[in-house]
């Protein structure tokens, strides 16, 4: 009888010290202040912000879509958007070999071949994943290519 009864005992001791251990875990965690949110470049309509130019939290930061909204074929304007969302990085303490994925909106699909010679090595040699699509209606304002990034810090 005595063996089962330490038996019981052990197996109850040992559930007692896990939930106590967990509920100090979980203390500790709460402890823990959040990560704060930055924002940089905010745009504001009729004096209220509307939205940033990249947002950073914790190691990520996320940069909203860049266009170029001046004269120039495909190529001018994707060097000029990749050179944006790179001093959009560096200003939040990244740099384009740290993006993840890239988002590319094209005003015309035609342009994927053009938009590619340009944009290839501009990420280092592990270069992010990419999704891009044709805008329907068109990229907003004159750009004809507008990308957005999320890299890590």
Same mark, same amino acid.
Request: hydrophobic share 40%; with cysteine.
């Given at each position: ?6 038996s019981i005992l052990k197996r109850l001791f040992a559930s ?12 500790? *965690? ?10 940089f470049n905010v745009v504001t309509e009729q004096d209220v ?14 940069? *909203? ?76 304002? *004159? ?7 999320? *890299?890590?810090?």
């Open positions: 009888m005595k063996p089962q009864r330490r007692v010290a896990g939930v106590t251990g967990l509920g100090v875990a979980t203390t500790a *965690a709460k402890a823990e202040a959040a990560p704060e949110k930055e924002v912000p509307l939205f940033s130019g990249s947002t950073k939290m914790g190691n990520l930061v996320f940069v *909203a879509g860049k266009g170029y909204h001046k004269d120039g074929d495909i190529k001018v304007h994707t060097d000029e958007v990749l050179k944006e969302l790179e001093k959009e990085l560096i200003k939040a303490g990244s740099s384009m070999e740290k993006v993840l994925k890239v988002t590319v909106f094209l005003h015309d699909l035609n342009d994927y071949k053009a938009m590619n010679e340009v944009y290839k090595g501009r990420f280092g040699s592990k270069p992010p994943v990419r999704t891009t699509v044709a805008v329907y209606g068109g990229v907003p304002g *004159a750009s004809l290519v507008e990308m957005d990034c999320i *890299a890590y810090i």
